[in-house]
């Protein structure tokens, strides 16, 4: 599936997208956010505090428990503010 990061996600991981294969055990995004954290100390500081990451899977916004299977794309993002 293709990960792709935005605004200060995308700058402590330090890249826009991925294609990724993630284990069969993770299931949720939430699952997802801990399984990426410990692949190394950009992705560890990149989600350093879960809770505030916003997720999207195919271009519809979604909570934490939210099932990945099937998911074509999953995106994150920091909490954003409108004007």
Known sequence: MKIKYFAWVRER??????TI???????????LIAWLAA???TY???FETPRVIRAAIDQA???QDAAIAG???IAFFP?????
């Open 79 to 83: 909490p954003m503010t409108g004007g």
């Open 61 to 63: 916004h979604v909570q």
């Open 39 to 41: 692949r190394g100390e």
């Open 71 to 73: 998911a074509r794309e």
């Open 13 to 18: 991981i330090g890249k826009a997208e991925e």
């Open 21 to 31: 294969d993630p284990p069969a055990h993770v299931k949720t995004v939430d699952q």
């Open 44 to 46: 560890a500081y990149a």
